[in-house]
């Protein structure tokens, strides 16, 4: 794990922090960094902390970041910048600097609820606990990337897919479809598509999973069109949900 110098908690093993986010995408991040600025003790795990953040493309040039979220605060701090590895530097190193998130790299593989807790086990074995959890896996929830006639069991980023994750949530009844993205290439590279699976729009009651007494979803997790706006908007407001029934 890594944070700041003076976090607001010391995890040990059976720690049970707020919210435990999965997923530090675009969404992810957002989330926690919106939650612990309010005072919440949130776990943020990710498969990659090199990716935490990662925006679409490789560039910030006309990304309609919203006033008041940390991309638009980062944004304007690189200004006129507008390289794409520079702003995921700085994001970056705000995010590990902000009291009370607990960045942990690893990779969600089931879910279960107990009592008024979460836990989460892992593939390194321990298990996680927090009051609420979140999905903001992405594309990556049983992701498949396609390049011309090669497809590989990975996310847009070649990272490992979600697919035990998946696998999890399909036992516990939680009905999954399919979902596909395309990716224009991008300095001579190839265009590509992304296939993953996400919540069926029954399963959702705004944020809140049906089947899950203490389970949210965002970001691609959730049905819609997704640009930088919606999904950094959406990210605020369940933040303002779950800082509402948390109080």
């Known amino acids: 794990m890594s944070g700041p ?8 093993p059976g720690h049970l922090y707020d919210v435990a986010v999965m997923g530090a995408g675009l969404a992810g991040t ?3 960094w919106r939650l612990a600025r309010a005072g ?15 925006l679409y493309g490789p560039t910030v040039e006309g990304a309609d970041f919203p006033p008041g979220s940390l991309f638009a605060a980062v944004a304007a701090r690189m200004a006129p910048d507008t390289d794409g590895w520079t702003f995921h530097r700085l994001l970056k190193a705000e995010v590990e600097a902000t009291p009370g998130i607990h960045l942990l790299q690893s990779t969600v593989t089931g879910l279960e609820e107990e009592d008024a807790r979460l836990t989460l086990t892992t593939w390194e074995g321990p298990a996680l606990h927090a009051r609420r959890g979140v999905l903001a896996v992405g594309a990556f929830l049983k992701g498949r990337l396609l390049i011309g006639d090669t497809m590989e069991e990975a996310g847009r980023l070649s990272e490992v897919a979600y697919d035990f994750l ?7 009844g939680l009905w999954l479809v399919g979902a596909e993205q395309e990716a224009a290439g991008v300095d001579g590279a190839p265009s590509y598509a992304v296939r993953f699976l996400t919540p069926a729009p029954e399963e959702l009651d705004g944020f809140r999973v049906r089947r899950f007494e203490h389970l949210y979803a965002l970001g691609r997790c959730t049905p819609g069109e997704h640009t930088y706006r919606s999904v950094l908007e959406d990210a605020a407001r369940l933040a ?3 800082l509402e029934v948390g109080a």
Do not use: I, K, M
């Not at 110098?5 to 040990?12: A, G, H, T, V």
């Not at 943020?44 to 953040?53: E, F, I, N, P």
């Open 40 to 54: 919440g003790d949130v776990l943020l795990v990710t498969q990659a902390l090199d990716h935490l953040g990662n």
């Open 240 to 242: 303002t949900e779950l």
């Open 5 to 12: 110098l003076s976090p607001r908690s010391l995890p040990q």
């Open 166 to 172: 998946a696998d999890d949530l399909a036992r516990a």
């Open 30 to 32: 957002e989330l926690a």
